[in-house]
Structure formats: structure tokens, C-alpha cells
């Protein structure tokens, strides 16, 4: 087995605060997501990072950068803060073959600015 | 683009019945995956089950299975006997195609109540 560990699990910023979540597993798995969550609207790609080095854009990356400096860990920044955004961030990782489609998630890091 | 949909927002069911909940997906691809996923109160996400969509059979893994229903790109979640801790929200995804990273595309959630 193994985890994934966000950090921190709550984040208050203020508008355009630059804000940097982080993410790290232990399942030696080679490709890491991040994720965000808004009420009512599931889950949207930000980043994701197949390998040590590497950075993909998803769906939503403006406004974001991520770094993936080790196989373990992938951060992501949120460049300037918007004024009452809400949402949770949520790190997954997955195998790269075999186990096409499982993703295992951390528990999220809840995001709040002032 | 590939997008999927859960038109239910919120069911409600007596423990020990039978639930299902709709997800249909739009995709060019000929080859694709579809998932479900749970998220407890918590905010625990965790895998439940997947559907390859070139097999015929649907998918079962313990109280869950689906219903694959290819003409209508539809992929329906059955939870038979279900119990309190299967309150939760349930979330349809999809990936196309079989190489690279596990790019999903998710629906916005099914929130299920299961009332004693």
C-alpha cells in the first residue's frame, strides 16, 4: 500500500498572493495529478506530470504553475490568488500501465481567499 | 473533447434496497475507459470500478456493477444491498484512449443518501 500527503490541508491567502500547495507519495508511482474541486462542478484538471521533470497542461492550468523535482513530489502554485475563490485541491497519482484509469487521491487541500 | 454527464444531483434510498445512477459521456474515440469513483464526507476519493469499452460484459466488484449501455453511451452504477456507509457522492469518469497518462474527465457527482 502507500498514501498520498497534501500539504498544508488548509490554506487562507490574500487577492494575489502567490500560494504553493504540495504533494508527496510513496506508491513509486511514475505519473502525479492535480486536481480541483468547486461545488457543484466535479473534479478539473490542472497539471499533470508523468515523470520526474515533466509538466503537462490539463484542462484549467492558467493561472497555475506546478513543478515535479522528484519522482515523490508534485507542487503546485497558484500564481495570484482571486478574491473569494473557494476550492479544493486535490494531488492523485497513478501506475502508468496496467491499472489504466486508477487514480489515488490525497485528501485534499481546501483553498480560501480573503 | 470528450465531456460526461451525471444529470442526478442527489438520491435518497432505504438501507438494503437497490440504487442506480445515470452517467452518459461523449467521446470521438473508439477506445475508452470509464470509471466510478467515491468521495466520502470525509473528502476521501477512492476507485470502485471501471468499464473497457470494447467488453461486451459489465463490470461487477462486490456490491458494485454496472450497466453498459454502448448505442447510448451510457454507464450506469448499480450498488445492490446498500448500506449507510455507501453515502457518499459518486462521481462518473472517462479517459480515451489506452497510452499516456490517465487524463480523466470527470462528471460533476451524484450525491447518494442511504436513509435507515
Known amino acids: 500500500g502507500g498514501i498520498i500527503t497534501q500539504t498544508p490541508k488548509f490554506l487562507i491567502g490574500q487577492e494575489g498572493q502567490k500560494l504553493t500547495l504540495k504533494c508527496q507519495q510513496n506508491?513509486?508511482?511514475?505519473?502525479m495529478y492535480w486536481y480541483r474541486q468547486d461545488s457543484g462542478k466535479g473534479l478539473r484538471l490542472i497539471y499533470y506530470?508523468?515523470?520526474?521533470?515533466?509538466?503537462q497542461k490539463g484542462d484549467l492550468s492558467e493561472g497555475y504553475d506546478a513543478s515535479r523535482e522528484k519522482k515523490s513530489s508534485f507542487s503546485l502554485t497558484v500564481t495570484s490568488a482571486q478574491k473569494n475563490e473557494m476550492a479544493v485541491f486535490l494531488c492523485a497519482s497513478s501506475r502508468d500501465r496496467g491499472y489504466t484509469g486508477q487514480l489515488y487521491f490525497g485528501e485534499g487541500s481546501k483553498l480560501t481567499v480573503l | 473533447a470528450q465531456k460526461v454527464t451525471q444529470t442526478q444531483t442527489s438520491i435518497s434510498v432505504v438501507e438494503k434496497t437497490t440504487v442506480t445512477m445515470d452517467c452518459v459521456y461523449e467521446?470521438?474515440?473508439?477506445?475508452?475507459?470509464l470509471f466510478w469513483y467515491k468521495q466520502t464526507a470525509s473528502g476521501e476519493i477512492v476507485f470502485l470500478i471501471r468499464?473497457?469499452?470494447?467488453?461486451?460484459e459489465n463490470a461487477t466488484v462486490g456490491h458494485y456493477s454496472l450497466n453498459f449501455q454502448k448505442p447510448k453511451s451510457s454507464i450506469g452504477l448499480i450498488i445492490t444491498a446498500t448500506q449507510i456507509e455507501d453515502s457518499a457522492v459518486y462521481f462518473c469518469a472517462m479517459r480515451e484512449g489506452a497510452e499516456g497518462a490517465d487524463r480523466l474527465t470527470f462528471g460533476k457527482g451524484t450525491q447518494l443518501i442511504i436513509q435507515p
Open positions: 467521446t470521438r474515440d473508439s477506445s475508452y475507459f
Open positions: 468499464q473497457d469499452s470494447y467488453k461486451k
Open positions: 506530470s508523468i515523470t520526474e521533470n515533466d509538466l
Open positions: 506508491f513509486n508511482h511514475d505519473t
